[in-house]
């Protein structure tokens, strides 16, 4: 099995950068996809994008418009999420999850989330 626990959210201007980090524990991490969804109040969970386990493949939802950037490295059991670009549409709580479905962007398909970090776009 494997656990993620979030970090790198914070406030932002719009037009600025974040990078979010999703650290892993448990010894399956190198053998799963990756996924990053967002979620803001009253909406329900938004995908965002996925990396394969072999970090050769990515796919993203199309609002992301090639300001959104997933990346990992499994020696250090980490995957990443640079949001470049910012808007006030992006705020809402970032989290990662496994998936053994590469692919899928079907909330089902994925588990083991982490708690989520905090992103707020704002002037």
């Known amino acids: 099995q494997v656990e993620f626990v979030e970090s790198g959210g914070g406030l932002a201007q719009p037009g600025g950068s974040l990078r979010l980090s999703c650290a892993a524990s448990?010894?399956?991490?190198?053998?799963?996809?990756v996924g990053w969804w967002r979620q803001n109040p009253g909406e329900a969970r938004e995908f965002v994008g996925a990396i394969k386990w072999s970090a050769d493949q990515v796919h993203y939802a199309d609002f992301t418009k090639n300001r959104f950037h997933i990346s990992r490295d499994n020696a250090k059991n980490m995957a990443y999420l640079q949001i470049n670009g910012l808007e006030p549409e992006d705020t809402g709580v970032y989290s990662c999850a496994a998936s053994n479905q590469y692919g899928s962007s079907q909330h089902y398909a994925f588990y083991n989330w982490g708690p989520g970090t905090q992103v707020t776009v704002s002037s």
């Open positions: 448990g010894r399956a991490f190198s053998g799963v996809t």
